[in-house]
């Protein structure tokens, strides 16, 4: 599934969201991947402004950033009701 997700963003040109294994923590970057390659990927970190190198094997989970964005919207409106 992560392959997938990764694909999307290269193909679509849309940011996804990813949970990566950095060294001893846990941490949520939005991307948008720009190559694939056999270990690594190559993407803009969209919150740092920077091009990066993430290595696939410490990548987590990866969704399109839409949902993560919709799901939280729900959330909040549920908090109000």
Known sequence: MI???LKYSLIEHKPISIIYMKKFEIVKRNIQVLKIENKVIKAID?????IRIFKKD???SAMDSR???QHNETKNK???L
């Open 3 to 5: 392959d997938y997700v």
């Open 67 to 69: 949902h993560v964005i």
């Open 46 to 50: 969209i919150d740092k402004k920077e």
């Open 78 to 80: 549920n908090k109000e």
């Open 58 to 60: 410490r990548i987590l």
